[in-house]
């Protein structure tokens, strides 16, 4: 079995839920999903089996392991060759907080290939017995199903990558008390500040560091080889940005320098949509802001030089957020290019907030 489950709800999605499982022990996953998504349309079926969201995501992860010939990874996460790069605004067209341009270095990590999605967002809700994320401005599947998962303020995102760690049997990075206010959070306006602390050398899932994010989003082909921390403009490895391969908006009224004109989305796609960089990843450039583990400031540090696995300030007010959004212009969607929010969604900052995992090698 992919996963235990509680005892079935009498209920009319009950034989379709045993049936799937029949399937997966036969490894027919396809089969399985089809009859999960069967299930899942009977009456109150997600309230009454809320398993039938968790074993849909572990299915869709079996899919995805078939196939993979690294076994230390799933097949949804990138393996990303580390290096040392010119972090920062190299170029002379970025915004101020952007400078100075500092070398660093990572080492060898895991990305994922995607943003998380709103189904597997759900799953972990429904895992965790917590309100599904919603807002008024949200419109229709906004944040369900294979669109990105949006109104996650920084904290869901570290327990999400808690709950997927021990899902997986691995090591959760973080170690979470709420109880706790965090000294090093300097925002008043933020009503958790609950005090979260990083084991690094743990081999479960957690935020890319920002300059892990920057070093993926700024990939080339170096030598025939594609290879992270590129001089390259934009975050989908491009020059010049095109929004048939990004969500940003494209209006003639708001073109950034070095874009294309074309059609404004007004709304995310799926994280599985449009193109992809020359490692393989989607949507780093537009579609949803994407929270890293790091603490903002707004100027690179001089103490940033040089640095091996830098991780950020060690307190501020914000968390950063890289890639820009769907609403967003081309600007934002630089590689370089440098946001942030507060870590809890006061102010539904949020709604255009999801994130994407992390791993070390």
């Not at 669109?147 to 990558?161: G, N, S």
């Not at 899932?205 to 030598?223: C, G, H, I, M, N």
């Not at 001089?302 to 967003?328: C, F, I, L, M």
């Amino acid at each position: 079995m992919l996963v235990s489950v509680a005892t079935a709800q009498d209920c009319g999605c009950c034989p379709r839920f045993a049936e799937a499982q029949l399937l997966i022990g036969k490894h027919l996953y396809e089969d399985a999903i089809a009859k999960l998504e069967e299930a899942r349309r009977f009456s109150d079926a997600g309230e009454k089996c809320p398993d039938i969201s968790l074993l849909v995501v572990k299915t869709h992860q079996a899919i995805q392991q078939r196939d993979v010939k690294d076994p230390s990874a799933a097949a949804f996460l990138v393996k990303i060759s580390g290096g040392t790069f010119l972090m920062g605004d190299y170029s002379g067209e970025g915004w101020p907080n952007a400078k100075p341009a500092h070398q660093v270095t990572v080492d060898d990590y895991y990305l994922s290939r995607y943003e998380v999605s709103g189904e597997e967002f759900d799953a972990f809700c429904d895992a965790t017995h917590r309100k599904k994320p919603s807002h008024p401005l949200v419109k229709g599947d906004w944040g369900r199903g294979k669109k990105p998962a949006f109104l996650v303020d920084w904290y869901d995102a570290i327990e999400y990558c808690n709950w997927f760690s021990g899902l997986q049997g691995l090591q959760p990075v973080y170690t979470i008390d709420s109880t706790i206010a965090d000294p090093n959070n300097k925002n008043s306006s933020d009503k958790k500040r609950w005090t979260v602390l990083p084991d690094w050398s743990a081999n479960g899932y957690r935020l890319p560091t920002e300059a892990e994010w920057e070093f993926a989003a700024r990939a080339t082909l170096v030598s025939g080889k594609a290879q992270g921390g590129g001089n390259v403009r934009f975050a989908n490895g491009r020059d010049l940005l095109d929004p048939s391969e990004v969500n940003f908006d494209a209006r003639p009224d708001y073109l950034a320098p070095h874009s294309v004109a074309g059609k404004y989305r007004a709304e995310p796609v799926n994280v599985d949509e449009l193109s992809t960089n020359i490692l393989g990843l989607k949507n780093m450039g537009g579609n949803a802001e994407e929270w890293c583990w790091d603490w903002y400031d707004y100027h690179y540090s001089k103490d940033d030089e040089g640095a091996h696995n830098p991780r950020g300030s060690t307190s501020g007010a914000y968390r950063v957020q890289r890639g820009g959004n769907w609403g967003n212009t081309a600007s934002s969607s630089r590689g370089f290019n440098r946001s942030y929010a507060c870590p809890y969604d006061y102010n539904h900052d949020s709604i255009y907030s999801g994130f994407r995992l992390a791993r070390r090698m």
